[in-house]
């Protein structure tokens, strides 16, 4: 499967970035508690190993959200596949993301998130493609710009293939 797939960032790299974005949040949050939202599937990998370095107490939930399709992207809506389990009234919230495109799904989740009253929604992805944004989205915490090219690796699919590779790649043919 990897011998399609051009290494973009390697495994150490992205390592080595997570631990530099921890060490920032850590600080931003000293002294509270971060309430990590992970979005499903792609966000797993990189939730997790920012997780396992957050020295701040850490509470984690998991939600789905999918794109309607073509025909209704310009409402930028999204479709909730699995809601949180738990309130996030009053807490600080750090949403996890893999990658932000065009913008709209963290857009239209965020004002969704935002309507439930928590005290703060900030916002982490590991990787930004600002070429390709239609919507204006806050990013407080960039692991890597990446030119508008197709990835894929660390929670990142081809069509559900690819998640599993433990560096961020291009598929070549
Ligand atoms: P947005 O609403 O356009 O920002 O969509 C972001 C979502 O599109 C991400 O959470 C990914 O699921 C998917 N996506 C965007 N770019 C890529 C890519 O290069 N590789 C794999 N998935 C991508
Ligand atoms: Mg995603």
Known sequence: MSENVKVLISEQE?????QELADRINKDYEGKEIH????????VFITCELAKRLTVPVTMDFMS?????????????????KDL????????????????????????LIQLLQSRQPNS?????????????????????????IPDEFVVGYGLD??????NLPYIGVVVE
């Not at 309607?68 to 479709?79: A, F, H, L, P």
């Not at 600080?92 to 857009?107: K, N, P, Q």
């Not at 239609?134 to 990013?139: E, Y």
């Not at 081809?158 to 998640?163: H, I, T």
């Open 121 to 145: 929604v900030r916002l982490c992805t590991l990787l930004d493609k600002p070429d390709r944004r239609v919507t204006d989205v806050t990013v407080d915490y960039t692991g890597f710009v």
């Open 36 to 43: 990590l939202i992970c979005v499903l599937k792609g966000s």
């Open 65 to 81: 959200v999918s794109s309607y399709g073509d025909t209704q992207e310009s409402s930028g809506r999204v479709k909730i596949v």
């Open 158 to 163: 081809y069509a559900q293939k690819f998640r």
């Open 14 to 18: 992205v390592t080595e970035k997570i």
């Open 85 to 108: 389990d738990e309130s996030i009234a009053g807490k600080d919230v750090l949403i996890v993301e893999d990658i932000i495109d065009s913008g709209r799904t963290l857009s239209h």
